[in-house]
């Protein structure tokens, strides 16, 4: 239970300053308004006391709807206004002081609970705080505390949809209004967020087809490359060929030999040729000694030819014609010539074959030299065959080796691009994989999302004006004010019976049915005194259904004038129904200028003002008489 012990204020409106109890009871505020004799009671300071006072430290507002939020203030000190209410909510005491226009606090509001201070430094967190701690709202607190004489004790004089309204505004069901305008926004965010993971699909799935088209041509280029055969037959049989060749003896060695041997012909070639350069000379003195020699034999050859023809013949000389006659002497002479003569023939002779020696051996070393010549080029021809025979096998080795490593770069190449296509093709399959699986999770997330989403749509709709919910409310509450307009109007009219008709959708009002007996009473017909009781009983209906759906309970209740246009009778069974309701509400105060009222309600609280100051005094149990004015 919230329950509310004091209340303590200075300078708010009429009051200077007051400090008041609340105390357990049933009790009758009356007023003296001596500034205004004329007014009775009214205008005393009852209401400001015990309904401005507590509902503006409490929520920071007013009862009464004032303009400026400065009327609080007394209008004379017009400064230094505050009201501390204390109350305790589940064995905790709490103090809740607010201030306005005040020298030392300013516009501020102080929150104490158990002595410990749990005020913020902004008003509006400071009243967040008071709202959580003793879990009523403004609305409800003032339909709960207090009950007036405002529109709701005239219920009947309304129109049948303003009823609805009325009931509406009492139970609070704009929080409904608010409750959907927050369905509104959850519903919104449920969209948007569906639409944002769709977008994110939409963005994966093309992702997908670009991936998917991707690995399609990497399939067919990979199909290719498997399809293209490569020989390695033809790199084994160009190996097995290499190998043959290269283990092929070259002519190095046998090149090396020629070489030689051309070497020696050259050199023998050289030799010859020093040798002939030197014999060449001689050669020349050769052929003109020979030619001398040669001319010399011929001489010799002649003159012996003559000698022994002189020799032979007596007669005529050969030459001169003349008839010879040769002694012995000149024959001796002659045969001493011819044999000088012979021996020079053989000497030249001799010579002249020595000379042709010579000249026949210069040739020879001139033909050995040409033969030295043909063999050194045939050498040459050969070397020359061989190393080009070498050089052709080396070609064919390269060619060969160019040939396998051009084969096997083209296998390696033709294999490491199927592996790269191969990989690059599961590396797309898994990006694949991984959007199929968020695509998937995205739409199990869709779901759950579509789940919460119609769940909103469904509680926004409820709430809508063409909703389930607000007539499905609004009949459990005139359900439950029936039953106790049941209880009420027993006790009001004893056998008449007061009821309120459901709104449908066709018809959305709610009508008053007053039952006499077995005949239904239009409530127009009504005395202005049964009205008013009929008022009075929707009123504390209204009350314990407004008191039954707060989910707290609190000690106080303020009934401000609800006994006007009430005879005796009246007055007395409203009193009755109060006493019976202390049980339920410990403390009760009944502001009322009826003097009717005052001799039915024991306890008194008298309320004066005078030199528009505000005052309280409690009396005890007296014949009630007019206070003097």
């Not at 005491?93 to 005020?119: A, G, M, P, W």
């Not at 009821?499 to 049915?513: C, G, H, Q, R, V």
């Not at 989910?551 to 005796?568: K, T």
């Amino acid at each position: 239970m919230l329950k509310i012990v004091s209340i303590i204020g200075e300078n708010c409106k009429s009051f200077k300053k007051f400090d008041f109890n609340i105390e357990e009871g049933l009790f009758v505020v009356c007023g003296d308004n001596k500034d205004d004799p004329l007014s009775s009671s009214n205008g005393s300071g009852k209401t400001t006391l015990f309904c401005d006072s507590i509902y503006w430290c409490l929520t920071g507002k007013s009862i009464e709807g004032l303009e400026s939020a400065d009327d609080i203030v007394n209008f004379k000190t017009k400064k230094d206004c505050f009201v501390e209410v204390t109350l305790f909510s589940d064995d905790r005491k709490i103090k809740i002081k607010r201030t306005r226009k005040h020298t030392q606090y300013k516009n501020n509001l102080f929150l104490e609970v158990d002595d410990q201070d749990l005020s913020a430094h902004r008003v509006d967190d400071t009243q967040t705080r008071v709202n959580q701690i003793i879990k009523i709202s403004p609305d409800i607190l003032k339909s709960t505390i207090i009950m007036t004489s405002d529109i709701k004790s005239r219920f009947s004089d309304l129109t049948p949809k303003d009823r609805i309204s009325l009931l509406e505004s009492i139970r609070d069901y704009k929080v409904w209004d608010r409750f959907r305008d927050e369905t509104k926004v959850s519903l919104d965010d449920y969209i948007k967020r569906i639409q944002e993971v769709n977008s994110e699909n939409l963005t994966k799935q093309g992702e997908m087809n670009a991936i998917q088209k991707i690995i399609d041509n990497q399939t067919v280029s990979l199909l290719q490359l498997q399809n293209t055969v490569i020989d390695m037959n033809e790199i084994s049989n160009k190996q097995v060929l290499l190998d043959q060749i290269s283990t092929q003896k070259d002519n190095q060695d046998m090149i090396q030999n020629l070489k030689q041997v051309q070497e020696s012909c050259q050199k023998q070639i050289q030799e010859i040729e020093l040798k002939n350069r030197q014999q060449l000379q001689e050669s020349k003195n050769l052929y003109s000694k020979q030619a001398q020699l040669t001319s010399l034999i011929q001489k010799c050859e002649l003159d012996i030819q003559t000698k022994v023809s002189l020799l032979q013949v007596n007669g005529t000389c050969p030459t001169c014609g003349q008839k010879l006659q040769l002694s012995e002497d000149k024959k001796n002479k002659l045969f001493i010539e011819l044999s000088d003569l012979k021996k020079k023939y053989v000497e030249y002779t001799t010579e002249k074959q020595g000379l042709d020696s010579q000249v026949s051996q210069i040739s020879n070393d001139q033909q050995d030299t040409s033969v030295l010549r043909q063999k050194s080029q045939s050498i040459n021809e050969q070397i020359m065959t061989m190393e080009k025979s070498d050089m052709n096998r080396i070609l064919q080795i390269n060619s060969l080796k160019s040939d396998i490593y051009s084969l096997t770069e083209r296998a390696n190449t033709h294999s490491t691009r199927i592996t790269e296509l191969e990989t690059s093709i599961n590396s797309y399959k898994e990006n694949l994989n991984d959007l199929k699986t968020i695509i998937d999770s995205n739409n199990n997330k869709i779901k759950d999302l579509e789940i919460e989403k119609n769940s909103y749509q469904f509680f926004y709709d409820s709430l809508g004006p063409k909703g389930t919910l607000r007539p499905y409310l609004l009949s459990k509450d005139i359900a439950y004010l029936n039953k106790c307009l049941q209880y009420y109007s027993g006790r009001m009219f004893g056998s008449s019976k007061i009821s309120l008709t459901k709104p449908t959708l066709d018809s959305n009002k709610i009508d008053i049915i007053f039952e006499c007996g077995d005949m239904i009473k239009p409530i127009s017909t009504l005395s202005r005194g049964e009205r008013k009781r009929l008022d009075l009983c929707i009123q504390f209906a209204l009350y314990d259904l407004v008191k039954s759906t707060a989910m707290f309970d609190i000690n106080l209740l303020i009934l401000d004038e609800i006994f006007e246009s009430l005879d005796v009778t009246g007055i007395s069974q409203v009193v009755s129904i109060l006493q019976e309701r202390s049980e339920n509400i410990p403390s009760m105060y009944v502001i009322s200028h009826n003097p009717n009222a005052y001799d039915l309600i024991q306890k008194k609280i008298i309320v004066s003002k005078s030199n528009d100051i505000s005052k309280i005094k409690f009396v005890k149990k007296t014949k009630y008489q007019y206070l003097p004015t």
